[in-house]
């Protein structure tokens, strides 16, 4: 099956078992519905392999109420556009 799911590191790293369900399935989810990998996914078709790079590579995390969010810079950007709110 997966060996990375069954290390303590990734579970430790999102913060336990129940999370760490809760965090594949909403990912599997977003990507079924047509939002893009965050890891080259050329090597292989199998989504729950690019949900398991994307958390060991820190690009997808559960914030404190255990939404799905996206690390900063995971899309290579290096930081959020500025936006001037004076000039609008």
Known sequence: M???LRDE???NKVGG???LSTLIQKRLVALNGGSRPLVDAKETDDRMQV???EIL???I???MDS???IAEGAYGETAAPEIDF???
Do not use: P, T
């Open 2 to 4: 997966f060996d990375e």
């Open 9 to 11: 590191a990734i579970i």
């Open 17 to 19: 078992r129940f999370r």
């Open 51 to 53: 949900v398991i790079r």
């Open 57 to 59: 590579e820190d690009k």
């Open 61 to 63: 995390y559960l914030d």
């Open 67 to 69: 939404n799905l969010r």
């Open 86 to 88: 004076d000039s609008i």
